[in-house]
């Protein structure tokens, strides 16, 4: 009789031990088998691209399908995921697009998830710089309103062939070519004094700008006596 009950005892721990050992392949977080590699932060100009590729790899022994996808992105910057999905090992291609962002740093997470439910997650910061060239992002046919006369109603931007920090409106007024020296730190202009139309008009003053937009207050003085104040705004 003891050795009956000690037998049943025995069967008991057994189908106890080998349950317990069941339940622990069959959760999904357990099973976890995919890692990402690659992951940084991004730098990114206010408007513009950067990718980044992420090397989904398999770690273990239990293969499936992972997604990858990219949360907490701000608004104004989208992401470009290729492949989206794959059986690891693969490499994703991140493509990032901003525009018209302002300057700073953005926490987002890559997300892997696999088909049985795990997930796995890693934090990327999205850092938005100004313009490496800004000068080339100026670039490019404004169209015009003036408060004075004698001036266009629409000018090519360019930049300045001998001064790196210098932009120049052609045929802005009187026909002339005006010159424009731009500070990207306080995104401020500068007219510095000019003369155009022949030597008779001098022409002095300063201005703003914005991504796709330029405001200039500018004084004249005109051979002969006489002045006037006048403001442009350009946009594209």
Do not use: W
């Not at 001998?162 to 052609?170: A, D, F, I, K, W």
């Amino acid at each position: 009789m003891k050795k009956l009950f000690l037998f049943g005892f025995t069967g008991i721990m057994l189908m106890a031990a080998c349950s317990k050992k069941d339940n622990k392949h069959t959760t999904p977080a357990a099973e976890t088998s995919f890692i990402a590699n690659g992951v940084t932060d991004v730098t990114i100009e206010r408007t513009g691209t950067a990718a980044l590729g992420v090397l989904v790899e398999l770690k273990g022994t239990v293969q499936e399908n992972v997604k990858v996808s990219v949360t907490g992105l701000p608004a104004g910057i989208t992401c470009d995921i290729n492949p989206a999905s794959g059986t690891p090992t693969f490499t994703s291609m991140l493509t990032f697009k901003a525009s018209n962002m302002a300057i700073g740093s953005y926490p987002t997470k890559i997300v892997l998830t696999g088909n049985s439910g795990a997930t796995k997650s890693y934090d990327c910061n999205i850092k938005v710089v100004q313009f490496a060239n800004l000068l080339d992002r100026m670039a490019g046919f404004y169209t015009i309103s003036s408060s004075c006369s004698n001036t266009s109603t629409g000018a090519l931007v360019m930049k300045h062939q001998l001064y790196p920090n210098r932009m120049v409106l052609q045929s802005f007024m009187y026909g002339n070519d005006v010159e424009i020296t731009v500070d990207s730190v306080n995104h401020t202009l500068t007219i510095p004094s000019q003369t155009i139309n022949s030597g008779t008009v001098g022409l002095s003053g300063t201005g703003q700008y914005t991504d796709n937009s330029i405001t200039l207050s500018f004084y004249r003085q005109y051979q002969g006596g006489g002045h006037d104040n006048c403001t442009s705004t350009l946009t594209r």
